[in-house]
């Protein structure tokens, strides 16, 4: 399983990104995907999350509403639409994969991690 994460950049406060988690064949289709990220001196933690059997979406108290984490098959990607970023949100963003559950999980316990992507969120 290979997992590429791109998309990452500067940006002012309120503004947006989208990040990108390109996946081996079949992988974005019959794995859980999850976000994460950390920050210097920071646990890493789970932003969101997608299962690739029931649908189910999750995703971390401090991105609801502004995160949404998303599939294309056809391009076997997932994304990460990040809208009013705070300096809060800085760090570096991970994609993982695991083919162990139906669901997903906000924990960093997946098997497989791609490297990260650099997102800075500064005025």
Not at 15 to 22: F, P, R
Not at 34 to 44: H, L, N, T
Not at 75 to 104: F, H, N, Q
């Amino acid at each position: 399983v290979q997992l590429q994460a791109s998309g990452g950049g500067t940006v002012q406060p309120g503004g947006s990104l989208t990040l990108s988690c390109v996946t081996s064949k079949f992988t974005s289709d019959v794995y859980a995907i999850g976000w994460f990220r950390q920050a210097p001196g920071k646990e890493r933690e789970g932003v969101a999350c997608s299962g690739p059997v029931d649908g189910s979406r999750y995703y971390g108290e401090p991105v609801k509403g502004r995160f949404t984490i998303y599939r294309d098959s056809i391009e076997k990607t997932v994304y990460l639409r990040m809208t009013d970023l705070t300096p809060e949100d800085s760090g570096i963003y991970y994609c993982a994969a695991d083919s162990r559950w139906a669901s997903c999980s906000l924990a960093p316990v997946y098997t497989h991690w791609g490297q990260g992507t650099q997102v800075t969120v500064s005025s």
